[in-house]
């Protein structure tokens, strides 16, 4: 079945759902938005080990360093927009937008 003409512009809009992938030293969705209260979860599918730590002071995600199809899991409670990295491979970045 041929991908959705939208495919190609999803990255950019912040997606829905509660589960990021990590593979090909990115994460996937790079956006997401979800409701206070939602649990996200975060599986790395990469050879390389890596973190989902937020940037910046007191945020709060701080995963220990995940290998290979291991998971990483925090709860949002609060409405905001989280910005976190991988401190291994800063150039991986992303955010969680959280709403009401």
């Not at 593979?23 to 209260?37: D, E």
């Amino acid at each position: 079945m041929p991908m959705s003409p939208s495919a190609k512009g999803a990255q950019a809009a912040p997606v829905s759902g509660n589960a990021v992938a990590i593979k090909n030293f990115a994460f996937s969705p790079a956006k997401l938005r979800i409701k206070a209260g939602t649990t996200v979860t975060w599986t790395n599918q990469d050879t390389d080990a890596h973190t989902v730590t937020s940037t910046g002071s007191g945020g709060p995600l701080r995963s220990a360093a995940l290998a290979t199809h291991a998971t990483y899991r925090h709860t949002f409670t609060k409405p905001g927009t989280y910005a976190y990295l991988c401190t291994i491979h800063p150039f991986m970045t992303a955010t969680v937008e959280v709403t009401r």
